[in-house]
């Protein structure tokens, strides 16, 4: 079975500066993909950025990026030029590529991301 | 295109008690999945569905029961509440598995 883990509870950032939040998983399959999602307080999940591990180039989305290490089953979360928006707990989860296992997610455990003005 | 949509917002039960959790989506999403979120611990699937008709276990089944009879609807039953059931559910559906939209999410605590 696969697991995600996230060994930083809490962070916290100066608004405009630049944080990474840390995430590792492990599994036996070579063909998968890896999410960040973001729940502020209102509960709401909205994803963030996704990885699929076939593509060696690291996902970005505008100040969001990723640094996916397959071979260390590393995938951490780079945000620029934080905002006070940004404040939320932060989840990193993964998904097989096998059809059979359906739109099924497995998650770390997250972590709460504090922007300071 | 009202998206994922769950009820109740929240529920108080007593123990014992069985009810059954809302979850419709109006994408024609073929995957659904049921999540519960307890403090500390991330999310958890409870069950999933690849399509109307098929349903299966998934990390934490014990005391929950659903059902696929459509596309659109996918609700979560809970047999015979117990306070460990305590916790956020959230419902999601996806249109290739790739990318998960999820519903606002049911507070339910058991008394």
């Known amino acids: 079975a696969q697991t995600v883990t996230q060994s930083q509870p809490e962070m916290s950032v100066q608004e405009a500066e630049t944080v990474t939040l840390s995430c590792t998983y492990d599994?036996?399959?070579?063909?998968?993909?890896l999410f960040w999602y973001k729940q502020p307080p209102s509960r709401q999940m909205i994803l963030v950025i996704r990885?699929?591990?076939?593509?060696?180039q690291n996902a970005t989305e505008n100040r969001f990026s990723v640094n996916f290490q397959k071979a260390a089953k590393s995938f951490s979360l780079k945000i620029s030029d934080s905002q006070l928006g940004d404040a939320a707990m932060y989840f990193c989860a993964y998904r097989s590529a096998q059809e059979t296992s359906g739109s099924r997610l497995t998650f770390g455990e997250g972590t709460q991301l504090t922007v300071n003005p | 295109n009202a998206g994922v949509t769950q009820t109740p917002k929240f529920q108080v039960l007593k123990t014992g008690q069985s009810m059954t959790l809302q979850c419709a989506q109006d994408m024609n999403h073929e995957y659904m999945s049921w999540y519960r979120q307890d403090p500390g611990m991330g999310l958890r699937l409870i069950h999933y569905?690849?399509?109307?008709?098929?349903?299966d276990q998934g990390e934490v089944p014990n005391g929950y029961n659903v059902s696929r009879s459509t596309t659109e609807d996918f609700p979560l039953r809970l047999l015979s509440a117990a306070p460990s059931q305590t916790s956020v559910y959230f419902c999601a559906s996806s249109r290739t598995g790739f990318e998960q939209y999820f519903g606002p999410g049911t507070r339910l605590t058991v008394t």
């Open positions: 599994t036996s399959e070579s063909d998968y993909y």
């Open positions: 990885q699929e591990a076939y593509k060696q």
């Open positions: 569905s690849v399509g109307a008709g098929i349903t």
